[in-house]
């Protein structure tokens, strides 16, 4: 069945679960898409092989894959410019974690602080093969289709409405906005994010399974699908436009 576009989750290094979620999709043809929604780094164990399945998948299906930038992404790209302390240090954003699935070595406690050489290395962030960061700096902020528009993070309201992608001046809120006005109150095109763990939505306003705080949330017009993967977790994918919910649990 072509025309269809399968919207997956914030994956965090977690390489088994992607595997396990995508091993329940339907055969796909060329007609179909896979959109990623950013996030394929850090927390999670493996992001290193995350990383080079999502930019090689294109290879090895016949779907069009389109992968979006994330806020880590984002903020590697940062540490590599022009260096971001603030972002490397603190254990939980999993930076360690993301270090040593390029260079070897243990996976970290949640809370395990980088060692002096790592540190100085992540401080930089050299230890990224240049085709990731190149991979890195190429991802889109955005996709539509005529199914729904997907971004990392949702859409900043400006002078009392939602513009579309297209025109923002500036993308950033694209990939780090956390705005509940958003969540709750945007009427428009369906929008497809991540970034904001599910289980931090307002469950009374899910439309799907909002007993269960963990899974997709569906407001009117937006539909969450960070389930937490890479940070205790499962990975989650929507379906249009049969509005299928695939998980990695």
Same mark, same amino acid.
């Given at each position: 069945?072509?025309?269809?576009?399968?919207?997956?989750?914030?994956?965090?290094?977690?390489?088994?679960?992607?595997?396990?979620?995508?091993?329940?999709?339907?055969?796909?043809?060329?007609?179909?898409?896979?959109?990623?929604?950013?996030?394929?780094?850090?927390?999670?164990?493996?992001?290193?092989?995350?990383?080079?399945? @999502? =930019?090689?998948? #294109?290879?090895?299906?016949?779907? =069009? @894959?389109?992968?979006?930038?994330?806020?880590?992404?984002?903020?590697?790209? *940062?540490?590599?410019?022009?260096?971001?302390?603030?972002?490397?240090?603190?254990?939980?954003?999993?930076?360690?974690?993301?270090?040593?699935?390029?260079?070897?070595?243990?996976?970290?406690?949640?809370?395990?602080?980088?060692?002096?050489?790592?540190?100085?290395?992540?401080? *930089?962030?050299?230890?990224?093969?240049?085709?990731?960061?190149?991979?890195?700096?190429?991802?889109?902020?955005?996709?539509?289709?005529?199914?729904?528009?997907?971004? #990392?993070?949702?859409?900043?309201?400006?002078?009392? =409405?939602?513009?579309?992608?297209?025109?923002?001046?500036?993308?950033?809120?694209?990939?780090?906005?956390?705005?509940?006005?958003?969540?709750?109150?945007? *009427?428009?095109?369906?929008?497809v994010f991540g970034h904001t763990t599910t289980t931090c939505?307002?469950?009374?306003?899910?439309?799907?399974?909002?007993?269960?705080?963990?899974?997709?949330?569906?407001?009117?017009?937006?539909?969450?699908?960070?389930t937490g993967c890479g940070k205790g977790g499962f990975l989650?994918?929507?379906?249009?436009?049969?509005?299928?919910?695939?998980?990695? *649990?």
């Amino acid at each position: 069945m072509a025309g269809r576009t399968f919207a997956i989750g914030d994956i965090h290094g977690d390489i088994a679960q992607l595997f396990v979620l995508m091993s329940r999709f339907p055969s796909l043809d060329p007609g179909d898409t896979i959109v990623f929604l950013g996030d394929y780094v850090d927390r999670g164990p493996h992001s290193a092989r995350v990383v080079e399945f @999502v =930019r090689t998948l #294109h290879k090895d299906t016949p779907a =069009r @894959v389109v992968a979006l930038r994330g806020n880590h992404e984002d903020a590697w790209l *940062r540490v590599i410019d022009k260096g971001w302390p603030g972002f490397v240090s603190p254990p939980l954003n999993g930076c360690l974690a993301a270090y040593r699935s390029y260079v070897g070595g243990p996976v970290p406690g949640e809370l395990e602080e980088a060692g002096p050489a790592e540190r100085e290395s992540m401080l *930089r962030g050299a230890f990224f093969k240049p085709e990731d960061v190149a991979w890195f700096r190429s991802l889109p902020y955005w996709y539509e289709d005529q199914h729904a528009l997907y971004v #990392h993070a949702g859409l900043p309201k400006k002078d009392g =409405r939602w513009p579309h992608p297209s025109e923002l001046e500036d993308p950033m809120p694209l990939l780090w906005l956390r705005d509940e006005e958003f969540f709750v109150n945007y *009427r428009g095109k369906p929008v497809v994010f991540g970034h904001t763990t599910t289980t931090c939505l307002p469950p009374e306003l899910s439309n799907y399974t909002p007993d269960d705080p963990t899974d997709l949330w569906a407001g009117v017009n937006v539909i969450g699908v960070d389930t937490g993967c890479g940070k205790g977790g499962f990975l989650t994918a929507l379906e249009f436009p049969a509005m299928h919910v695939y998980e990695s *649990r």
